[in-house]
T-cell receptor
Framework: AQTVTQSQPEMSVQEAETVTLSCTYD???????LFWYKQPPSRQMILVIR??????QNATENRFSVNFQKAAKSFSLKISDSQLGDAAMYFC???????????FGAGTRLTVKP | DAGVTQSPTHLIKTRGQHVTLRCSPI?????VSWYQQVLGQGPQFIFQ???????GRGNFPDRFSARQFPNYSSELNVNALLLGDSALYLC???????????FGQGTRLTVV
């Protein structure tokens, strides 16, 4: 069964500092996709970054980057130069094939301190 | 372009009642998926519809049903509501085969 685990229920970071959120997953598939979604209090899930499993290069989107370790089934998110607007719930998610049966972790609540 | 829109935004129902939630996907997206997010947890997959056909179903009881219309909008129906059905219901749309799902703001359902 495909499962996603986020072991950090809460994290905090000082504004302008760097923070890393952890995610591990379990799958027997060889071709799949991994995502980090941000959910602010407004409730809308916003895609932060996406990684295709067949790509060895780690994805980067401005201040957000991932460390994808396929053999270890690990997919962490690094947020550099943290901003107050980064405060939110962050969910790691997994998807495979041509469907949207996405599996989500339990989430990490990120607090950014001014 | 408009994003994924869901209605209503909030809803309060009594145990045993029926509820219908609605979702309009992004223009050009033919796939709609529904998720249930209980407070403090990640979203759980309920259904996926594409071209008006069910393409996937999560581990939810038969009280949950859905359908997709010719314009690709979708309804999620829940019968015989239980207190445990209280949650945020999220709709996501995508192109078929697309790996990126775009979410609406959700419907907050409270069952009392």
């Amino acid at each position: 069964a495909q499962t996603v685990t986020q072991s950090q229920p809460e994290m905090s970071v000082q504004e302008a500092e760097t923070v890393t959120l952890s995610c591990t997953y379990d799958t027997s598939e060889s071709d799949y996709y991994l995502f980090w979604y941000k959910q602010p209090p407004s409730r809308q899930m916003i895609l932060v970054i996406r990684q295709e499993a067949y790509k060895q290069q780690n994805a980067t989107e401005n201040r957000f980057s991932v460390n994808f370790q396929k053999a270890a089934k690990s997919f962490s998110l690094k947020i550099s130069d943290s901003q107050l607007g980064d405060a939110a719930m962050y969910f790691c998610a997994y998807n495979w094939g041509n469907n949207n049966d996405m599996r989500f972790g339990a989430g990490t609540r990120l607090t950014v301190k001014p | 372009d408009a994003g994924v829109t869901q209605s209503p935004t909030h809803l309060i129902k009594t145990r045993g009642q029926h509820v219908t939630l609605r979702c309009s996907p992004i223009s050009g997206h033919k796939s709609v998926s529904w998720y249930q997010q209980v407070l403090g947890q990640g979203p759980q997959f309920i259904f996926q519809y594409y071209e008006k056909e069910e393409r996937g179903r999560g581990n939810f009881p038969d009280r949950f049903s859905a359908r997709q219309f010719p314009n690709y909008s979708s309804e999620l129906n829940v019968n015989a509501l239980l207190l445990g059905d209280s949650a945020l219901y999220l709709c996501a749309s995508s192109r078929w085969g697309g790996t990126e799902a775009f979410f609406g703001q959700g419907t907050r359902l409270t069952v009392v």
